[in-house]
């Protein structure tokens, strides 16, 4: 298939607003691509593609691209060769070769195509072609159910294998796909509340957890092999030796746990976030020392319990988890919720999440059977732009401009980022150094006094509250924004929507 028709589909899509016209367009390309063509694809169409990151930034890509092609001669297979050879690049001399190579592939891209390898490239796929979406257009091109694609998808966490399964192969192979120890599934999501009894009013009888201020893991045994993803699904095994070892010795064979790390100070009580980061982020373990907890089980010694209430979960977590199990109580009343709030606060955790007793694990939904509490709002937005500071930050790049997502185009571009305020509170010296460097490495233009970069930064954000402002599109403004922390651990597909945000307003 000839690049140029994915160029021209997700114009299709970026056009509407109509999920149904969206289903159509997509289901339409992926009826016409030849099977070796379908993963490629699928992963251009999510920006996510199966080479993973390889090694291009803003810059990269802007002193590749030149005069473009008059006519399409380029073909899917022809970017994911590219792709894998940009993968494939090492050592000396490496860049050299990558920005020949990068050149040379733009060179016979035409104008729509080069516009796409960036945003490949950059993880930067504003089109409004989501997941969800595709999963739905996969089903339909398919000719299959669409639990049956999304439930593949998310024991797969592979929606370009997802594909491939659904539009090649049988309805029984499609059924088959199943809970594999050592391949990750997407993680369960949890919605919010401002309470810990206004989440029990709405899952019911509920094991309300401590939140620990870490990074989430999902660790896989099989014997004596241990693998430890995040939860974008990134196998960071050789950077967590400690928990490889604690889970070696859990009383069981084969397992799959869904918890979170973190590193301890001195008096047993949380290391600051960014601590735990700084190991995920290293090739070789570095001298904090990570601990794991954990909060669900998905399968043991050869039982799936995924679909099993979280009541015969729990049993199972304790007894293979044991003092590895993140501390909470089983209620249905209001006032013992709140008092292991309290006490997740006191030990210096985030909050609570509250969880149906009878809810299964949904993998990669965000419903209602989970709800998290903190005791502040705090948002995941992504940074739009930075404005240079003045002063003594002067020098330094300061106020961050905030995007929420907007994946159905109510405000704007359907998948893009609609701006809903500034901040600079909250950061450090530190952060600022950092961020002066970072945000001009990703930088796409500049205005006076403000630096625009690619949307792919995820901040975690504070807030009060947000208010009716005619000032951004999206109606509203927020409310003491300050910053809490950069979340490396999360991408800008994850961020919060603009409808989150606008549900916090009084009526």
């Not at 009826?31 to 379908?38: F, N």
């Not at 904090?288 to 209430?309: C, K, M, N, S, T």
């Not at 903190?374 to 992504?382: A, I, Q, R």
């Not at 609609?418 to 490495?441: P, S, Y």
Request: with cysteine.
């Amino acid at each position: 298939m000839l690049l140029d028709t994915v160029v021209t589909t997700l114009d299709a899509v970026a056009a509407t607003r109509s999920r149904l016209a969206k289903v159509d367009a997509l289901a339409g390309l992926l009826g016409e691509l030849q099977p070796d063509e379908i993963a490629p694809a699928v992963g251009f169409l999510v920006g996510k593609p199966r080479q993973g990151r390889v090694g291009v930034g803003w810059r990269g890509v802007s002193a590749a691209i030149g005069e473009p092609a008059a006519e399409p001669t380029l073909t899917v297979l022809d970017l994911d060769t590219l792709l894998g050879e940009l993968a494939a690049l090492g050592g000396e001399g490496s860049a050299r070769d990558r920005s020949a190579a990068l050149r040379d592939f733009a060179a016979r891209a035409t104008a729509g195509e080069q516009d796409l390898l960036a945003r490949v490239l950059l993880g930067e796929m504003r089109t409004g072609a989501l997941e969800g979406v595709l999963i739905d257009a996969i089903a339909r091109a398919a000719d299959r159910p669409g639990p049956s694609v999304r439930r593949a998808a998310m024991l797969t966490g592979d929606l370009g294998a997802t594909a491939v399964i659904a539009l090649t192969g049988t309805a029984d192979e499609l059924d088959a796909v199943g809970l594999e120890v050592g391949r990750p599934v997407l993680p369960m999501l949890a919605a919010t509340a401002p309470s810990a009894s206004a989440a029990l009013e709405t899952t019911g009888p509920a094991s309300v957890e401590f939140k620990l201020d870490g990074a989430r893991i999902q660790v896989h045994r099989s014997g004596d092999s241990v693998r430890v993803f995040t939860r974008n699904l990134a196998d960071i095994t050789h950077r967590v030796p400690e928990v490889v070892e604690i889970v070696r010795r859990l009383p069981a064979r084969d397992v799959i746990l869904d918890g979170e790390t973190l590193s301890l100070d001195e008096d047993g009580g949380p290391r600051p976030f960014q601590e735990t980061m700084s190991r995920f982020g290293a090739e070789a373990a570095r001298e904090a020392v990570l601990h794991p907890w954990f909060f669900d089980i998905l399968h043991v010694d050869g039982r799936d319990l995924l679909d099993e209430p979280l009541s015969v979960r729990r049993h199972e977590l304790e007894r293979v988890a044991g003092e590895y199990r993140i501390p909470g109580e089983v209620t249905d009343d209001p006032e013992t919720a709140e008092r292991v709030s309290r006490e997740a606060l006191a030990a210096g955790q985030e909050g609570v999440v509250v969880k149906a007793i009878d809810s299964p694990y949904a993998a990669g939904r965000r419903g209602s059977s989970w709800i998290k509490v903190k005791p502040v709002l705090t948002y995941d937005l992504v940074v739009l732009a930075c404005e240079w500071g003045s002063g003594r930050r002067r020098g330094l790049l300061s106020n961050l401009h905030l995007g929420a997502r907007d994946p159905e185009g109510a405000f704007g571009e359907p998948g893009g980022f609609v701006m809903v305020g500034k901040t600079f509170k909250g950061l450090t010296d530190e952060l600022l150094r950092w961020q002066t460097e970072e945000f001009q490495r990703i930088e796409v233009r500049r205005t006076p006094g403000t630096v625009w970069v690619a949307p792919t930064t995820v901040v975690e954000i504070a807030i009060d509250g947000v208010q009716r402002s005619s000032r951004y599109p999206g109606g509203i403004a927020l409310r003491f924004a300050r910053v809490k922390r950069y979340r490396d651990d999360k991408e800008a597909g994850e961020a919060d929507t603009i409808a989150t945000l606008r549900s916090l307003l009084r009526e």
